[in-house]
């Protein structure tokens, strides 16, 4: 009976330390001791009472009680290498003191408050291994509706010079690299296939090419693995149902790339079908991939060509040529639409998108803006007028780029062997 009622004690002491979060040195049998609230509180860690462990073991020996380090981590203690493990009856919730009008103030449930120590009120934590109950985690503080995380608007105009960078998650997205606008058709998902949104983003970065001066040339390219497949089919049937007649245009973009002022080049990089090479018809340049695929198949999905396809195809590739692809539908390669003259270079699909960077950064050192603007309408207007219209047209323009300061900057550059410094800039429309 004696030796159970010190085993008793014994327990009952660990378990107070236990409580406290405070490390307790084994004492000797049969001498309780009452221990008091000490210590800080940032520092308590939870210890096993002793007892459970050496049960069925050999006596303990002054040798056996020293702390043995090898493998010890945060919240855990080895003692003759055996690793102690929690006591899960003894890591319960906590719950608030009822002796005391102290609304901080939390005990375990298997203990009482104690009263006020040095620091103040005794407060038990768990054990840091183990998960506080739902009810007893801490809540964060709600945020006011102006501190939320809003998402930066779409912003194309930059400083000058500088890189712009709108939304990399836009169906199309833009940058300006070296005085190059780049327009980036990215819906990689689905071949970068076009909708009424790529339509809109489209015409509005080639808008703003127009108007900012930083801009000298403009690359018009595709997120591989395609430059554009085609209409978005995602609607299936209704992909091509009827629309209003007032709101409806086939062009698939408000503002085309020959009413830019600049040069714009399309780096086909990859399939082009359907609107994906009718968009690249109304560029000034295109570079396309030897291996990628390309035809205007609308025929053969019960509609027609679209983007105004049938006025710049029998002008690029002749009437013989463009009736071939409108009225069969039929794919065909990189190095077919080289012969017919549909493009001007045929290269491996990884290297367009580098030589049509070349090209334009080309342009926007060596080539003045006012005469690449003035060249680009006599070109796009020679297709609907007679001879003797573009023999005016150019007599007009040539007395207005002979009053431009880079006429003579462009013969004194050519002389002293030295890049040209352009300073004249393009009206605003």
């Known amino acids: 009976m004696a030796q159970r009622a010190a085993e ?45 462990l050496d049960r069925g073991r050999r006596p303990r020996t002054p040798e056996s009680r020293t702390r043995d380090t090898r493998g010890a981590g945060i919240g855990s203690r080895h003692i003759q290498g055996v690793r102690l493990q929690p006591r899960d009856d003894l890591l319960l919730p906590r719950e608030r003191c009822r002796s005391h009008r102290h609304r901080n103030h939390r005990v375990d449930q298997r203990t009482r408050c104690r009263g006020v120590g040095r620091r103040g009120h ?59 606008g780049v327009i980036t058709l990215n819906r990689p998902e689905v071949r970068n296939a076009f909708n009424a949104e790529m339509g809109a983003l489209l015409a509005l970065h080639y808008r703003h090419c127009d108007e900012n001066d930083a801009v000298r040339a403009v690359v018009v390219t595709g997120t591989p693995p395609a430059f554009c497949a085609g209409a978005d089919m995602s609607s299936g049937g209704d992909t091509f149902r009827p629309r209003d007649e007032g709101s409806f245009s086939s062009s698939g973009v408000a503002f085309r790339p020959w009413d830019v002022r600049k040069p714009v080049i399309a780096a086909v990089n990859g399939h082009a079908v359907g609107i994906g090479l009718t968009l690249a018809l109304q560029c000034d340049i295109r570079v396309m991939a030897r291996d990628a695929k390309y035809g205007i198949v609308q025929v053969r999905r019960g509609v027609m060509g679209d983007g105004m396809s049938h006025w710049t195809l029998p002008r690029i590739v002749g009437f013989a040529n463009a009736a071939d ?31 049509a960077m070349e090209i334009a950064r080309d342009i926007a050192v060596n080539v003045a803006p006012e005469s690449a603007a003035a060249s680009k309408r ?15 047209l150019e007599t007009e323009l040539h007395h207005r780029l002979m009053r431009s300061p880079d006429a003579r900057e462009g013969v004194e550059a050519f002389l002293e062997r030295r890049p040209p410094r352009w300073t004249g800039r393009l009206d605003p429309q």
């Open 8 to 52: 008793r004690t014994r327990v009952r002491t660990h378990r107070c330390a236990v409580l406290r979060g405070r490390h307790h040195r084994q004492l000797p049998r049969g001498e309780p001791r009452q221990l008091g609230l000490r210590g800080n509180r940032r520092s308590q860690r939870p210890v096993l009472p002793q007892a459970r």
């Open 122 to 180: 005794h407060r038990v934590r768990p054990h840091r291994h183990r998960q506080h109950p739902a009810s007893f985690r801490r809540r964060s503080r709600r945020r006011h509706p102006s501190e939320h995380r809003q998402r930066p608007p779409l912003s194309l105009v930059g400083e000058a010079g500088g890189v712009t960078v709108p939304d990399e998650l836009a169906p199309v997205s833009f940058r300006v690299d070296d005085g190059v």
């Open 378 to 392: 006599a070109l796009w207007e020679s297709m609907t007028s007679t001879r003797e219209q573009i023999d005016a």
């Open 325 to 355: 692809i409108l009225l069969t539908g039929r794919t065909f390669d990189g190095d077919e639409a080289r012969a017919m003259g549909l493009c001007g270079r045929v290269l491996p699909n990884d290297e367009v998108l580098d030589s």
